[in-house]
């Protein structure tokens, strides 16, 4: 990825308070393996929204990126991956709790 893009998807992300984004990290820091080579960059979304608007900024700019979940079970490469990781463990879950009517 060439930098002025990584840099413009760094600042796209900070700019709009769409979750925590770093700058070449370490699989081995998120993943409970502890395995894994650098990442161009690692982005953590706060929100549902908020991965729904960084994931348009990235298909429209034609970066490759891969999303996991807290980063269990996850074997990554030694290579370095020149695109964005996206871990979901930063997004509130949410559970909606229904009630049944007995009398149906």
């Not at 769409?18 to 690692?42: E, N, P, R």
């Amino acid at each position: 990825m060439e930098d002025i893009i990584r840099r413009d998807i760094y600042d796209f992300i900070k700019d709009n308070d769409y979750g925590d984004i770093y700058l070449d990290y370490s699989f081995k820091m998120i993943t409970t393996l502890k395995v894994g080579g650098d990442i161009a960059l690692l982005y953590l979304p706060n929100s549902e929204d908020s991965l729904i608007e960084v994931l348009k900024k990235l298909i429209k700019e034609k970066v490759m990126y891969f999303i996991i979940g807290n980063g269990s079970n996850v074997l990554a490469s030694d290579n370095y991956y020149d695109g964005v990781i996206i871990s979901l463990k930063k997004i509130p879950n949410q559970f909606v709790i229904e009630t049944l009517d007995n009398n149906m």
